[in-house]
Nanobody, 122 residues
Framework: VQLQASGGGLVHPGGSLTLSCAAS????????IGWFRQAPGKEREGVSC????????YYADSVKGRFTISRDNAKNTVYLQMNSLKPEDAAVYYC????????????????WGQGTQVTVSS
């Protein structure tokens, strides 16, 4: 079971990025998938999650209306479209497979990708 997060980079405030979470060795659509982020000196926090069965989506208040999570089962990939990025969105972003269902706690996730750096700076 392996997750690969990618798509991070440097973007100006107000810019956009799309992160990808690709799975290998298992079928991603069997799991709820969460995106978390961790800034230096801070705890890992939940950003968004997409359910496995009905595709329900959940967002942290801080990103609601700006971020969109989606999945492409044919590509075995979950995406996080991030628009109107702010400096406070800068962090390492991780995707993880939920143990049972979407959760805002990291303990609710079993496997994590290696993370991708998002930098928002002018």
């Amino acid at each position: 079971v392996q997750l690969q997060a990618s798509g991070g980079g440097l973007v100006h405030p107000g810019g956009s990025l799309t992160l990808s979470c690709a799975a290998s060795g298992f079928t991603l659509d069997s799991y709820a998938i969460g995106w978390f982020r961790q800034a230096p000196g801070k705890e890992r926090e939940g950003v968004s999650c997409i359910g496995s069965s009905d595709g329900s989506t959940y967002y942290a208040d801080s990103v609601k209306g700006r971020f969109t999570i989606s999945r492409d089962n044919a590509k075995n990939t979950v995406y996080l479209q991030m628009n109107s990025l702010k400096p406070e969105d800068a962090a390492v972003y991780y995707c993880g497979t939920a143990r049972f269902y979407c959760s805002w706690s990291t303990t609710g996730y079993g496997d994590w990708g290696q993370g991708t750096q998002v930098t928002v700076s002018s």
